[in-house]
Each structure stands twice: as C-alpha cells, then as structure tokens.
C-alpha cells in the first residue's frame, strides 16, 4: 500500500517537473517594447527610463501637477524566440476626472449665459445650431493650451464653414488682446466667462467639448494628447478630434 502511494507520488511529482521545465522553455526570457510611432524596440530600461522622462516633462506644466494622467497603451504582444515584443503607444490626459462637472452634461444641452465676445457681442450658444461646434475652454498663460492652439488653428481652417470654432476664457478682452500680439488663434473669442465656466465647474484646462448640429453635447474631451518624441512631449497633430468632428458632420 505504502509502495503503491510512494509511485503515486513521484509519478506526480515527474509530471509536475515535466510541465515547469516545458512552461519555463516556452516563456519568453526578455520584454522588449515597440513604440508604435517610431518603430523603435525598446528593451525593459530604456522603456522605464522613456516613462521617467514624460512624467519629468508632464510636471513641469505645474497647472495640472497632480493631475495629469499618462497612460501606456498596449496594442499587441508576438513572441519571437525567446522574446516577449509588445507593441504599445502613450496617451496623456490632463485635467479632472471624467462624469463630474462638465462631464455631466454629455447628451445634454449647456445652460444657457449671456456670453461677450472679443468685439463686444453678446452672445449665446443656441445661435450656433444647424452645425456642430467645437468649444475650446482655456486661458493665455495655461502652457498646454498655448500648445494646442497652432494644432486647432489648423482643424478650423479644414474644416471652416461646416463647423462652428468658438473659445471661452476668464480672461480679460485687454488680456487676450496682449496675448494675440504674440499668437494667432483663429476661433471665435469669448471673454471674461468667469462665471459660466464656474457654473460648469470646470477646474482645469484645456477643456474641448463637442456639441452636434442641435447643440447636444456629444463628446467632453482634455487637451490634444501628447507625443513623445526623442525622449521630448511634442504636441499631437489633433486627428482624434478630425475624428469627432467627422461623426458629428
């Protein structure tokens, strides 16, 4: 009987040593990492040493300290020989956390506020159905939002006359006018909007919201993600928001 339970047990044991020498061999021994942009192939500490570097970058922008988000996103991953390669691309979100604030009123209309334009016009959002419309939230000394203006400058020129460009600041008409010596920025200026985008309870920017032809709120988006490039946070050219645009046409 003893005999017969010994057997047993070094049968099992074998088979068990048989299937970690066969799962040892079949899993890869190094990670390596393909940026998606470049092509790159990154081994375990450059890929760590890339993650240090953005999030270095991303503080430096101390309007958003501590509240930036960098994400790693992985594609696909392919075993070659004895190589884990996956495939991944970073996304950086800056601002708030989703479904609060502005966020709540997705599917919905924004309340309606007397709003001031650069040249003085009052104006209000429902003027502006029949078309979508892109809202950017921002302010002159908000780095990230300087960044992303060249980038919208260009969407509004492909797409002008079948969308509506509108900005809203806080800012002062004498303050974006001073800030307009030095920047283009080619979207219809709402100034001194403190009070709707407290009534928004929007806290951190750039914010860009996209409403439909109705004035629905469709989409409520951060700024336009960031690239890294040479170990640097360059601006993305803004196709993800082309994108929105085009379901909305």
Not at 195 to 216: A, C, E, Q
Request: charged residues 25%; aromatic residues 12%; hydrophobic residues 35%.
């Amino acid at each position: 009987m003893k005999a017969h339970y010994l057997n047993r047990l070094l049968f099992g044991s074998f088979i068990f040593l048989i299937l970690f020498i066969s799962c040892k061999n079949n899993n890869p021994k190094i990670t390596y990492y393909k940026e998606i942009k470049s092509g790159r192939i990154l081994d375990q500490t450059t890929f760590n040493k890339m993650k240090k570097v953005m999030a270095q970058n991303l503080n430096n922008y101390n309007n958003f300290k501590g509240k930036t988000e960098l994400q790693t996103i992985f594609k696909d991953s392919v075993i070659s020989g004895d190589s884990l390669i996956k495939t991944f691309e970073f996304e950086i979100k800056l601002g708030v956390k989703k479904h609060r604030g502005i966020y709540s009123y997705v599917n919905k209309r924004l309340p309606e506020l007397p709003l001031t334009a650069m040249d003085g016009r009052k104006i209000e959002l429902s003027q502006f159905k029949g078309k979508p419309t892109l809202i950017n939230f921002w302010f002159t000394t908000c780095h990230p939002c300087v960044d992303e203006i060249p980038v919208l400058n260009k969407i509004q020129r492909k797409y002008k006359g079948k969308v509506h460009f509108i900005s809203i600041t806080f800012n002062t008409k004498d303050q974006v006018t001073k800030f307009l010596k030095s920047h283009t920025y080619d979207f219809t200026k709402i100034v001194g909007a403190q009070n709707f985008i407290n009534l928004l309870k929007i806290h951190s920017f750039p914010i860009n919201v996209f409403l439909d032809k109705n004035g629905i709120v469709k989409r409520v988006e951060n700024g336009i993600p960031y690239n890294m490039k040479n170990g640097k946070l360059v601006m993305g050219t803004g196709k993800q928001f082309e994108k929105y645009l085009n379901v909305l046409l």
